[in-house]
Nanobody, 117 residues
Framework: QVQLVESGGGLVQAGGSLRLSCAAS????????MGWYRRAPGKQRESVAI???????NYADSVKGRFTISRDNAKNTVYLQMNILRPEDTAVYYC???????????WGQGTQVTVSS
């Protein structure tokens, strides 16, 4: 059974920080591309940050310089460090795991991040 279990979401004031974690099981984590996506109210889901199995990263322009994605293969966990949070970062954040050639694609349940003014 594949599971992506997220933690770390919550309520924070603008300018604050949160660290999201996503623990994966049931997949070969070390070979998976891991990503964080978000969906704000009334908006489409968007990619926030991606990290490949080799450690390459990609960020949405809106979060560059503020967010950092990382992974710990020994713990089968991917992280999203979010700094200098803004109200527009408010969204449900989802963890994603994808296999090579999209042999699998799984999603976490989502965790709410709310940034107040």
């Amino acid at each position: 059974q594949v599971q992506l279990v997220e933690s770390g979401g919550g309520l924070v004031q603008a300018g604050g920080s949160l660290r999201l974690s996503c623990a994966a099981s049931g997949i070969v984590f070390s070979l998976s591309t891991m990503g964080w996506y978000r969906r704000a109210p009334g908006k489409q889901r968007e990619s926030v940050a991606i990290i490949t199995s080799t450690g390459s990263t990609n960020y949405a322009d809106s979060v560059k310089g503020r967010f950092t994605i990382s992974r710990d293969n020994a713990k089968n966990t991917v992280y999203l460090q979010m700094n200098i949070l803004r109200p527009e970062d408010t969204a449900v954040y989802y963890c994603n795991a994808a296999g090579t050639f999209n042999t699998y694609n799984y999603w976490g349940q989502g965790t709410q991040v709310t940034v107040s003014s």
